[in-house]
């Protein structure tokens, strides 16, 4: 059982900042491929990135890249979302995901275990 608990969403004006943090719980995430997905209303859950706990380095989705990045503290199991240059089409609820099998993979379904979301409000 892991446990995903994110944190730092809010309402920021376009062009603005964003960082958000992701905490896994209940096993060591060295062995976890971590993945944040976004959801904006009415469309389907899109991927934004992943990192392998173990190999670090950080994947991207194309709407995000350049713009967002992706970072990890395996000592506090934590990953972090770094999103400059904020859009209003970046609002959406965003979520940690995380693979067991240390796989980063942009498909929600083949993701393990979720947070609960936090919601970023881009306003224009």
């Known amino acids: 059982q892991v446990d995903l608990v994110e944190s730092g969403g809010g309402l920021v004006q376009a062009g603005g900042s964003l960082r958000l943090s992701c905490t896994a719980s209940g096993r060591t995430a060295d062995e976890l491929a971590m993945t944040w997905f976004r959801q904006a209303p009415g469309k389907e859950r899109e991927a934004v990135g992943g990192i392998s706990m173990t190999w670090g380095v950080p994947y991207y989705g194309d709407s995000v890249r350049g713009r967002f990045t992706i970072s990890k503290d395996n000592a506090k199991n934590t990953i972090f979302l770094q999103m400059n240059s904020l859009k209003p089409e970046d609002t959406a609820v965003y979520y940690c995901?995380?693979?067991?099998?240390?796989?980063?993979?942009?498909?929600?379904?083949?993701?393990?275990?979720w947070g609960q979301g936090t919601q970023v409000t881009v306003s224009s």
């Open positions: 995901a995380a693979n067991v099998r240390g796989e980063i993979n942009f498909s929600p379904d083949a993701n393990d275990y």
